[in-house]
């Protein structure tokens, strides 16, 4: 009787120090799962945030766009105009009609100069030529391409969301492994719990669950751990 009483207490030490063990790996979960809901949210965010900057970014460059292929279609339609009038002049000097002639030459120059006007307002690296170098169309995709590019290394905007919604499911089925993991371990708690307290042969089954109950979410946790280092 003497002896067994020593083996008891030695017993209900041990388990106490497994109970106290696993409840400080449930605190240390249940901080994780906080630190993961919280990016989650900030993923969340930052992936609205980029859709918002780049609906933005779009439709203000979209609005240079119209603004470049208007001024490309009075560039073009300006120079049209000034080659049919100049088409006139010499059949005007044949004639001897010098009043027509220095109509049509008057007509000519101020084509040229809305001309001029308009290509002072079109971005003409994006202007594509044909084999003649006559100025054909305004490359848009590429222009637009090219603008988002800029506003997202001039003023540092995040204008992808795709990352960061993907970070955001990573984070949340993260989140959802620990919260399960945690909830397996308050079973563990328990299992030893009833272990500490059972005074029959019983208690060796409580303390057998509760312990492989334990190891199981820590094997789980450790090749998770090497699956993320193998991924990366």
């Known amino acids: 009787m003497s002896s067994s009483r020593p083996n008891l207490e030695r017993y209900q030490t041990i388990v106490t120090i497994l109970i106290a063990v696993v409840s400080t790996a449930i605190a240390l979960v249940a901080s994780q799962v906080a630190v993961t809901s919280g990016s989650v949210t900030e993923s969340q965010h930052n992936g609205v945030l980029a859709k918002i900057n780049l609906e933005r970014v779009d439709s203000a460059n979209y609005v240079e766009l119209m603004r470049n292929l208007r001024a490309f279609n009075q560039y073009r339609f300006g120079g049209r105009l000034r080659t049919l009038t100049q088409e006139y002049v010499q059949p005007a000097m044949d004639a001897g009609q010098t009043v ?133």
């Open 100 to 232: 027509y002639e220095t109509r049509l030459r008057q007509e000519a120059a101020a084509f040229r100069e809305d001309q001029d006007i308009a290509g002072d307002f079109v971005h003409f690296g994006y202007v594509l030529a044909d084999e003649n170098g006559e100025y054909t169309t305004f490359d848009r995709e590429e222009f637009l391409a090219d603008e988002q590019r800029g506003a997202e290394i001039d003023q540092h905007l995040d204008l992808d969301s795709s990352d960061n919604f993907a970070d955001e499911d990573r984070y949340r089925t993260q989140a959802l492994a620990m919260s399960i993991s945690m909830i397996v371990l308050f079973v563990s708690v328990t299992f030893l719990t009833w272990a500490e307290i059972t005074r029959s042969a019983l208690r060796w089954v409580w303390l057998a669950a509760g312990v492989l109950v334990a190891l199981g979410v820590l094997v789980a946790y450790a090749l998770s751990g090497m699956i993320s280092m193998l991924g990366s």
